[in-house]
């Protein structure tokens, strides 16, 4: 089965930029659509961003803009490059997997926004 390993967080100053990497240790290729999600403290995981096997990207409204959601099919990498970073975006990120009805997940990477 293939894993998923995220990188690229850690602490930044509101307005800070931060790239988040998922990396995969087989093909992405055969998943319909990669996302990233994030879950702060005593919330739910929502999803943040995701990006179809065409390329065809949606973001969540308090994001757009500010992340962009990409995949290295021949690298199994998916990025979320992060900018205007804002207090409110603090929170658990992970990568994730679709195809049908198989849902992936790797364990998460912490991201806190300092005011």
Same mark, same amino acid.
């Given at each position: ?11 930044? #100053? /509101?307005? !800070?930029?931060? &790239?988040?990497?998922? =990396? ?7 998943? %319909? ?5 994030? #879950? /702060?403290? !005593?919330?739910? &995981?929502?999803?943040? =961003? ?7 990207? %949606? ?11 990409? &995949? ?44």
């Amino acid at each position: 089965q293939v894993q998923l390993v995220e990188s690229g967080g850690g602490l930044v #100053q /509101a307005g !800070g930029s931060l &790239r988040l990497s998922c =990396a995969a240790s087989g093909s992405i290729f055969v998943f %319909n659509f990669m996302a990233w999600y994030r #879950q /702060a403290p !005593g919330k739910q &995981r929502d999803l943040v =961003a995701i990006v179809s096997g065409d390329g065809t990207t %949606n973001y969540e409204d308090s994001v757009k803009g500010r992340f962009t959601i990409s &995949r290295d099919n021949a690298k199994n990498t998916v990025y979320l490059q992060m900018n205007s970073l804002k207090p409110e975006d603090t929170a658990v990120y992970y990568c994730n997997a679709q195809r049908g009805l198989e849902y992936l997940w790797g364990q998460g990477t912490q991201v806190t926004v300092s005011s």
